[in-house]
């Protein structure tokens, strides 16, 4: 007579290799580059890891007191350097600071 495991555990051993192995992929959905005008700084687009970010939080953490959810609503260092948008938690208490430049802005 042949047995068969539940279904509940090889389902859930299935999901997870299935994330693990989209992790690769999956980092590079939803995340942002911020456009910005090229100044005489050459201080590149502001990159924003989204999955990085929703791996740890949830996604009303962010949407829609900080972010609102469409397009075009690009923060400003001014405005992240009075703890709105980004500066809510990248203020170097909760989240390394705004003032780590190469953080965010990696030349693509």
Not at 46 to 73: E, Q, S
């Amino acid at each position: 007579m042949v047995t068969r495991a539940p279904l509940g555990p090889v389902l859930c051993v299935l999901l997870g290799f299935l994330t693990l192995c989209s992790l690769g992929w999956a980092s590079t959905l939803g995340d942002i580059v911020y456009s910005r005008q090229a100044g005489a700084d050459k201080i590149a687009p502001a990159y924003f890891p989204h999955w990085v970010h929703r791996i740890k939080y949830k996604c009303y953490a962010c949407h829609d007191n900080l972010f609102p959810m469409r397009r075009g609503a690009n923060p400003t260092m001014a405005t992240m350097a009075q703890g709105q948008s980004c500066g809510a938690c990248h203020n170097g208490k909760f989240a390394f600071g705004i003032d780590t430049c190469q953080r965010c802005h990696i030349p693509q």
